[in-house]
């Protein structure tokens, strides 16, 4: 699980202007943790991310209050829950790019949800694919769009992971 600090906004210049200041502040920060920037706890306002040498903001492409950057991914290095307690708004993530390769796909009913099967960190995770393009999706184009697209992973509130990618109209909760 991540850690999280708290920091006065009008040190922000002065720390980014000399990111060591953080490892002396916080000595146990650790690549993941968050730094936030205010004690408020308003849809991820005032949430950076410390990646080992710097501070760094959330992602505001896909979601105005911010997602977690797509160097942070789970798998290898994040566990799906690792900023749990941290994040108030949408922990939209990425999976490791080798992750993609192996999730387990199939059907166990008709159109038009699609099953997979992931394991992250020891932990088993259920897929269910939904697709809206009206016909069956043959499993070898599920299998390619998640591979070629990497889409992005919500972790809701229950330890769900679900990606949405909106062209495609598929969704995904793991």
């Not at 490892?23 to 968050?34: A, S, T, Y």
């Not at 994040?87 to 796909?105: A, N, P, T």
Request: charged share 30%; aromatic share 14%.
């Amino acid at each position: 699980m991540a850690h999280q600090y708290y920091l006065d906004i009008n040190l922000y210049d002065d720390y980014n202007n000399d990111p060591n200041q953080y490892k002396l502040k916080f000595p146990n920060l650790e690549r993941g943790d968050i730094i936030r920037f205010t004690e408020k706890r308003l849809k991820n306002e005032g949430v950076t991310i410390w990646n080992g040498y710097k501070v760094v903001p959330l992602d505001r492409h896909l979601d105005e209050h911010g997602t977690i950057p797509r160097e942070f991914s789970i798998g290898k290095e994040f566990a799906a829950e690792h900023w749990a307690n941290y994040l108030d708004h949408k922990r939209i993530v990425y999976l490791d790019d080798s992750l993609y390769h192996q999730i387990e796909i199939f059907y166990k009913n008709d159109y038009p949800v699609v099953y997979g099967n992931l394991a992250i960190h020891n932990e088993q995770y259920i897929m269910e694919i939904y697709t809206n393009i009206g016909k069956q999706v043959p499993l070898e184009d599920v299998r390619r769009f998640l591979i070629d697209e990497k889409p992005e992973v919500l972790v809701a509130n229950d330890n769900l992971l679900m990606c949405y990618y909106k062209r495609h109209k598929i969704t995904i909760t793991i």
